[in-house]
């Protein structure tokens, strides 16, 4: 059964940093990509960051570029996203997110129950 958990969220304050943490099981962790999403409240999806199956290759939105930073553990079987110099409008649920091949645009098939970010002062 292919399981993902997500943690490391919670409330923090503009500016601050919060490094979210995904592990896994249930699958070969080091044949796929992953990717995080993320959903404010009242809004849609949206793809933030995904890293290729070895992690050595990695892809941010727009939205986070030079903010995040995504990586990937095969040996802990775990992908982290490390979220700096935070904005309100950062705040969402954190999705990890399984690929189904070894790149982040290859399609998504698994994913966690999210880890809830809220940036406030």
């Known amino acids: 059964e292919v399981q993902l958990v997500e943690s490391g969220g919670g409330l923090v304050q503009p500016g601050g940093s919060l490094r979210l943490s995904c592990t896994v099981s249930?699958?070969?962790?080091?044949?796929?990509?992953m990717s995080w999403v993320r959903q404010a409240p009242g809004k849609g999806l949206e793809w933030v960051s995904g890293?290729?199956?070895?992690?050595?290759?990695?892809s941010y939105s727009d939205s986070v570029k030079g903010r995040f930073t995504i990586s990937k553990d095969n040996d802990k079987n775990t992908v982290y996203l490390q979220l700096n110099s935070l904005k309100t409008e950062d705040t969402a649920m954190y999705y990890c997110?399984?690929?189904?091949?070894?790149?982040?645009?290859?399609?998504?098939?698994?994913w966690g129950k999210g880890t809830l970010v809220t940036i406030s002062s």
């Open positions: 249930g699958f070969t962790f080091s044949r796929h990509a």
């Open positions: 997110v399984k690929e189904i091949g070894r790149w982040w645009d290859d399609g998504m098939d698994y």
């Open positions: 890293i290729s199956n070895g992690g050595g290759s990695m």
